[in-house]
């Protein structure tokens, strides 16, 4: 739970806020991890302007890889995981399994899936490009149709 005084702006191009307490986090207004901003919250666009920038462009289909500087936070098992998500191409995907595999640990595809769900920077590190091992598409926090979105805009925009 983010808790106030917050600095926040929110997506002109998909339903996300951007938060930063302590350090970025990108919340989904919609899905299972929804967060509804508190009133004591208060917007700061040029705070977050160079993220806000970013994401734009990678909504535009102009932005491919982010440049940012991120400190998540996790164990070290999540921040492998997280590394490995972030190399994962632009308008490509790979399976939990094939993930796991990816970090070393090649019999941890459901702790690979509670890692993702946990990437406090969805989008930024693209947790949407992991898929289920037969194709299809599961687990995003803010929801499947958001997830087919961004896929989608990678897809057309490769």
């Known amino acids: 739970?983010?808790?106030a005084p917050v600095t926040l702006s929110f997506s002109p191009s998909m339903p996300f806020l951007l938060i930063n307490a302590?350090?970025?986090?990108i919340a989904h207004m919609k899905g299972k991890n929804r967060i509804t901003p508190n009133v004591d919250w208060k917007e700061d666009q040029p705070y977050l302007g160079e993220p806000i920038r970013q994401l734009d462009?990678?909504?535009q289909g102009r932005l491919k890889q982010f440049s940012l500087k991120l400190a998540p936070q996790g164990t070290p098992f999540q921040l492998d995981v997280l590394r490995a998500?972030?190399?994962v191409p632009y308008g490509e995907t790979i399976s939990y399994a094939g993930l796991a595999q990816r970090i070393g640990r090649p019999n941890a595809s459901r702790a690979v899936g509670a890692a993702n769900a946990r990437n406090p920077l969805p989008?930024?590190?693209p947790?949407?490009?992991v898929i289920g091992s037969n194709g299809s598409l599961v687990g995003f926090g803010g929801g499947l149709?958001?997830?087919k979105?961004?896929?989608d805009l990678e897809r057309t925009h490769r």
């Open 123 to 125: 989008i930024v590190i």
């Open 22 to 25: 302590k350090d970025l986090t």
């Open 85 to 87: 998500l972030q190399e």
């Open 57 to 59: 462009l990678y909504f």
């Open 149 to 151: 979105r961004l896929l």
């Open 127 to 129: 947790c949407h490009r």
């Open 145 to 147: 149709e958001i997830k």
């Open 1 to 3: 739970m983010v808790s």
